[in-house]
């Protein structure tokens, strides 16, 4: 996005959004390639979760729109499934596993990691 289309749809303007993120820039909060932001850097909890499953796709797809998921990868062999969380403590992470990965009837042996440093 732009910063002039940005700008717009926050009704500041085009040099107070460039202002902002050369300060977050600076700060560390975002990378420059790209733009994106570090969860860490602003007190977020990460969590790595390998979870067993043979519907890895129908899974992703099913958390696509959810804001906690970072990222999340189908592989081959025993885990099937690795999801990348983040959210404002540990304990928002260990409920969205307990709640609705470990309960849905397409995984199983979900194994959890917590994320101190990217």
């Known amino acids: 996005m732009s910063q002039v289309k940005l700008a717009k749809?926050?009704?500041?303007?085009?040099?107070?959004?460039?202002f902002?993120?050369?300060r977050l820039i600076e700060k560390g909060v975002i990378q420059d390639s790209g733009l994106e932001i570090d969860p860490i850097?602003?007190?977020?909890?990460?969590?790595?979760?390998?979870?067993?499953?043979e519907k890895g796709s129908t899974?992703?797809?099913k958390f696509r729109g959810c804001p906690?998921?970072?990222n999340s990868y189908v592989s081959?062999?025993?885990?099937?499934?690795?999801?990348?969380?983040a959210g404002e403590s540990r304990?928002?992470?260990?409920?969205?596993?307990a709640e609705h990965l470990e309960k849905h009837p397409d995984i199983s042996n979900v194994r959890t990691e917590v994320i101190v440093e990217s």
Do not use: W, Y
């Open 91 to 97: 304990d928002f992470c260990n409920c969205m596993v």
């Open 41 to 53: 850097s602003i007190g977020f909890k990460m969590m790595k979760i390998d979870m067993q499953t």
């Open 59 to 61: 899974i992703i797809e």
């Open 76 to 85: 081959e062999g025993r885990n099937g499934l690795c999801m990348i969380i």
């Open 9 to 18: 749809m926050m009704k500041l303007t085009q040099p107070a959004i460039s």
């Open 68 to 70: 906690a998921l970072i």
């Open 20 to 22: 902002r993120l050369h």
